[in-house]
């Protein structure tokens, strides 16, 4: 195809995406939802103007421009990346509550300054899909100094609900085996908080966004992009899991594995899927040291590919892709007993506890007795050992850490020897 039809067809998918934004934003505005109304349900707040480009009265006045030219760019890219439409929400709903949290975060600040980042991955998913839904706002309490409120999406078809936020440190929760979509079903469940939520007996699955491993402000893009798309990557599994699936024993760290050997099978299989990859690529203690921590008795890593083969024999008994793990997986490579940390390599793994915290039950404080408890004994005595001379955790772990764990892994919590 000549440059000149590739721009005219360029030319032409952007407008037909400029008539469809402005079909949507245009009945939203017919049914007296607010442009922010509007932007929050598109997961597009960042196509808002800011104050700093428009001169506003008010410091509570809300911004009142759209980028659409932004947005549409935004949307065409999408599109050339996935092939398929963007999903624009069926419906949009808004309560006269305020979401509460369902995590133990103090909403902090969205992802990289500002940037929109779940919200948006979870309807890019749901386009890829092909996943129809619709979604429910709140109304945020005028006291409330969360950066970014909850959002519930729902999956009608799919009978799941997603509530997701953008706030930093925020956990994106997924409900199986909804079948009452009547919004005053919606909205009990949005009034309750993470202690309530949790005491329903209710099907769910929590997906956490990746940290980034360096602390401050320094930012770096190709990081960011390799965590966006692995949770784009979670969320695409967890919608498509079945309330069964949901259900199974130990499915989050059979769905790591999984996770594993996908980023394997996409490094071009130059080397052996064995317990030495997963050592050397991240999964570490999540899988390998987890495993043989919980499984013990029953052979460790082996086990946790033995039920993750079965996991796929009982659900994916068709992919030829997922059962080629039982040849790819080279079990008996045993690697070498090399446990040396480094300052970097221990900076990982205190992330990775964190997330492990962030996804298990938050009661109990992230902190050196956590530590101790939760298979990272052995960061918490190498740091005794070889970083403070003996003394206290304290300093070590302010400088390995950047703000975000630091607010939950604070001195007040601190379990001194």
Known sequence: MLDKDLDREKIALKEDIKLRVNVIIGNFRKKGLSLDKIAEALGAQEFLNSENQIRRTSK?????????????????????????????????????????????????KT???????????????????????????????????????????????NSILVFVSNSLGSVTRLVYGVTDFDMSNIENLASLDRRQFDKLKLTQRKVNYSQVYFGGDE?????????QELYKNRIKRSVSLTEAEAKEEYLERIDLFIEAYNKWLAGGSNVNFNIQWLVDNGYKSSVYGWSNDNFSNN??????????????????????????????FKVEDIPERNYGRTLDSAKEELYEAYEVWQQGEQDKPFNYQWLRDNNYRGLYLWSQRNETGGRNFDDFYRRLIDGTVAKNFTQKNILNN
């Open 219 to 227: 930012r770096n893009k190709d990081a960011d992009d390799k965590k």
């Open 60 to 108: 509570r006045e809300k911004p009142k421009a759209f980028d659409i030219v932004a947005y549409i760019d935004y949307i065409y890219e999408i599109e050339s990346k996935i092939g398929k439409k963007y999903k624009f929400p069926d419906s949009v709903d808004v309560l006269d509550i305020d979401i509460v949290s369902l995590d133990n975060s103090e909403f902090l």
């Open 299 to 328: 052979g460790g890593i082996r086990y946790l590919f033995k039920i993750t083969l079965d996991y796929i024999k009982k659900y994916h008994p068709n992919d030829t892709r997922l059962n080629n793990l039982f040849n790819d």
């Open 111 to 157: 992802e990289s300054n500002g940037e929109v980042t779940r919200k948006q991955a979870i309807i890019e998913v749901l386009s890829e899909l092909g996943i129809n839904y619709s979604t429910v706002l709140g109304k945020r309490s005028s006291d409330s100094d969360r950066s970014d409120s909850y959002q519930i999406f729902l999956l009608k078809d």
